[in-house]
């Protein structure tokens, strides 16, 4: 059975290659877009990708992952300190979400610290650069038992 996941990047990652260099590196979009649905072609994967930089096409876009995904991936930039809207809708899809981070948030500006977000994630994984998309998918498919040889975990 094929499993769905959505890529979901929220506000400025457009602007990934050319944003903050020193913090986000030169790796665009698009490369971490491609690396992840790269990584997923030996699996029976229905990878889509999609970015906003607005909170309620997030929202749209975890709304309508109901239909068709089974986990998510989401870099909720900025909104993951500042969003209940997103946490609510995190919570009404019950889809398990993994949430991404380019940067280690924690070693970073103080209110940074705080994800309103990772209470209702599956987890959270931050400071691994584009790796951690990577890392979320594969978190994903070991829970559906599809990579390694860990006991697939129930949804």
Known sequence: MT???LLLHGPNLNLLG???????DR???ADIDAAAQEHVTAYPIDLRATQSNHEGA???SLHEARDWAHGVVFNPGAYTHTSLALRDAIVAIEIPVIEVHL???HGREAFRHKSLLAGVCLGQIAGFGWQGYILAVDALLRRWGLLGDAAAIPN
Not at 18 to 24: A, D, G, L, S, V
């Open 18 to 24: 050319t944003r903050q260099p020193e913090i986000y």
């Open 3 to 5: 499993k769905g996941i």
């Open 103 to 105: 940067s280690n948030v």
């Open 27 to 29: 790796i665009t979009l």
């Open 58 to 60: 997030l929202i749209d």
